[in-house]
């Protein structure tokens, strides 16, 4: 008898690498171009500095590539002006002119500061979602989707725990 789980990895990986699974992760946004990242050291910890560095949800988020419950962290509601940063190396990646209220309970912004993230494809969940993640120290940050408003059409939807916030 085959086991659900077995199923659904079967399933996942023929999806994955049938033509409409490929489609979409090649629709998928990519890294920018390695000339256009600015000049700054990638961090590169081991993973008892990370433990040490951050809280236990920042460092699962972070360095795990775990998701927040949804409406759990205070950035949804913030509205002043300033900087999004990476909470794991401090590096800037969004500014609050491109937040928005996705209604979906996470931080949702319509455009990233230039060069301030990477992207990779991520099957997780089967359908093959665009992962993005702090150029600097590589940490998990969230998705984009592309149901997002004007100009960008773009949803980046972020875990909060794996941001601070900088008022202008």
Known sequence: MIKRRDLI??????????????????????????????????????????????????YRVLRKEATERAWTSDLNDEKRKG???????????????????????????????????????????????TEYHCARCGGHQGHVFKDGPAPTGLRYCNNGVALTFRPS
């Open 9 to 58: 990895s079967t399933s996942a990986a023929a999806f994955a690498f049938t033509a409409g699974g490929r489609a979409f992760a090649e629709e998928a946004l990519t890294n920018p171009d390695p000339s256009t990242i600015p000049d700054f050291e990638k961090w590169q910890l081991s993973d008892s500095e990370w433990k040490k560095r951050l809280s236990p949800e920042a």
């Open 83 to 129: 900087i999004y940063a990476c909470a794991g190396c401090g590096l800037d990646l969004f500014s609050s002119d491109a937040k928005f209220d996705s209604g979906t309970g996470w931080p949702s912004f319509w455009d990233v500061l230039p060069n301030a993230i990477g992207t990779k494809t991520d099957f997780k969940l089967i359908v093959p979602r």
